[in-house]
């Protein structure tokens, strides 16, 4: 037990000794971290998503073949009236409810939903 308390007692005496040795961090530097810190762009709300659009370029010519851009409300619009809301993907009957997939994608915000690149077209879908 004495051994035990004659290490610490050591060990304590050696870091107060030690203490002068490393200087402490400047003020200077501690203002420009906080400085740094106040300057940071604020995290911004995400953006309200208002488009749906769809891009299909030639690769070879760079021309726009198709260009759709609608309103988010008229797509959100089509989801509620489909006859069937439930997308059935695969053989193993995975669904998908339009509406409410909309709705997610909605609340993310601005996003590419997909690009497909081809040898001979690019197409592009997003949310803007």
Known sequence: MKKIL??????LGILFLTVELFPAVDKDDYQVIKKAVQETSKVEPVKEVKWFKVLVTDTRTGKEKVKITMPISLVEIFARCA???EVRLGRDGCTLNLPELLAELK???PLAIIEVNEEDETVKVWLE
């Open 83 to 85: 006859d069937n809301k």
């Open 6 to 11: 004659l290490i610490t007692a050591m060990v």
């Open 107 to 109: 609340k993310v915000g």
